[in-house]
């Protein structure tokens, strides 16, 4: 927004920072996943569906309601539908399923909604994939046949909707088969944790000291090689369908890599491990959900009270204005709404996964860009 990819002279690589996402989709699917990983392969019971379900809306609705109603109504930092049924569009997670309202609202939000319906497939998936009872090595070839198809027909599936036209077609690829590729990866790395934690394998290449740096090498590589690709500087700008399945495998790539040394690896030592428990970014990963739902509505309201135009404005101006601005309403709440609604009891008894073994084994919402302290309870 600032228009600093347009005038930098490294607009290929800046406008490609939305490669975030993909890392959160890819971090939602690890996380959430693995519990259901490990009773498949320790033949325990899989934790309670309601009781997945409670905590999953307790750590997202109150956040983003909140933000909701301030942002629209308050503040009128950005433009909505009025009445009763368009409110239930956005506080239902719907708005990315009508082409009216794909553009309103808090539009960042997209993401929260896809991810909505990944927290409501993922524990039916896991039934079906753990419906019997096998040994290790029985069951990770069901769950290797299972992410494989699964990440095929998310492939198919967005070939034919980006090809599709008509209305529909500039939403249909934000649903949840678009992205459920992106999903599978962490999922892919939730099973693999599983499945060494139950047969106690630790291949050696995966535990040498030097795989987080070469993952990390790879990442480099498939973010420079997305972007290069020819994709359009601007946002909401269509490429032709190669070009844009191209991207989104790159971008998996790019956060498969990202994560893997998360996940596998000492998880006593080394550097990943004392990056993720650095306090600040611990702290920022805290109210990181906030933040991603507050950020656009000062970015808006920074303009409005500075009569400042799209695309010309100072970058360190507007991360200053708009990030300790969303920063502080992240915190704020935080403390006054998400931390109260996250201690309150649950009405289900989940059963508990065995103990994390990872770095990544706190759970963080979408948006967030490290995992978050906050997160199951």
């Not at 553009?103 to 524990?123: D, R």
């Not at 103990?355 to 963080?364: I, S």
């Amino acid at each position: 927004m600032s228009g600093y990819t347009g005038r930098s002279g490294i607009g290929d690589y800046t406008s490609r920072l939305e490669i975030g996402v993909s890392v959160f989709f890819v971090i939602s699917g690890f996380l959430l996943y693995r519990q259901f990983a490990v009773s498949h392969f320790d033949h325990r019971d899989s934790p309670a569906i309601g009781a997945f379900w409670v905590r999953r809306l307790k750590r997202i609705i109150p956040a983003y309601w909140l933000a909701f109603i301030v942002v629209s109504y308050v503040l009128h930092a950005d433009q909505v539908h009025r009445g009763v049924g368009a409110l239930a569009v956005y506080l239902g997670f719907a708005q990315i399923y009508s082409p009216a309202y794909a553009v309103s609202g808090i539009t960042q939000a997209w993401s929260l909604c896809t991810e909505m319906s990944f927290y409501l497939a993922l524990p039916l998936w896991a039934l079906l994939i753990g419906r019997k009872r096998r040994d290790p090595g029985s069951q990770m070839r069901v769950e290797l046949a299972g992410l494989a198809g699964l990440f095929a027909l998310s492939v198919i599936y967005r070939a034919v909707v980006l090809q599709a036209h008509g209305t529909l077609a500039l939403t249909m690829p934000n649903w949840l088969p678009g992205y459920a590729d992106l999903f599978a990866l962490g999922m892919l790395l939730a099973v693999f944790s599983a499945w060494s934690q139950a047969t106690g394998r630790r291949p050696r290449l995966l535990w040498h000291p030097s795989l987080p740096w070469v993952s990390w090498g790879l990442a480099a590589a498939a973010f420079i090689g997305v972007s290069n690709i020819g994709l359009p500087l601007t946002p909401i700008t269509n490429s032709p369908v190669g070009v844009s399945l191209l991207r989104q495998t790159l971008y998996g790539l790019f956060a498969f890599f990202i994560v893997l040394p998360a996940v596998v690896g000492r998880q006593d030592s080394g550097f990943v491990r004392r990056l993720l428990a650095f306090k600040p970014l611990a702290l920022i990963g805290v109210v990181s959900y906030g933040i991603y739902l507050w950020h656009e509505a000062w970015i808006e309201l920074f303009l409005r009270w500075t009569g400042d135009k799209l695309f010309t404005i100072p970058l360190v101006d507007l991360v200053a204005f708009a990030g300790g601005l969303a920063t502080l309403s992240a915190a704020a709440s935080y403390l006054l709404v998400e931390r109260p609604v996250l201690r309150a009891k649950l009405r289900f008894r989940p059963v508990q996964p065995a103990a994390p073994v990872t770095a990544l084994a706190r759970d963080g919402a979408p948006g967030s860009p490290v995992p978050s302290v906050a997160g199951r309870s």
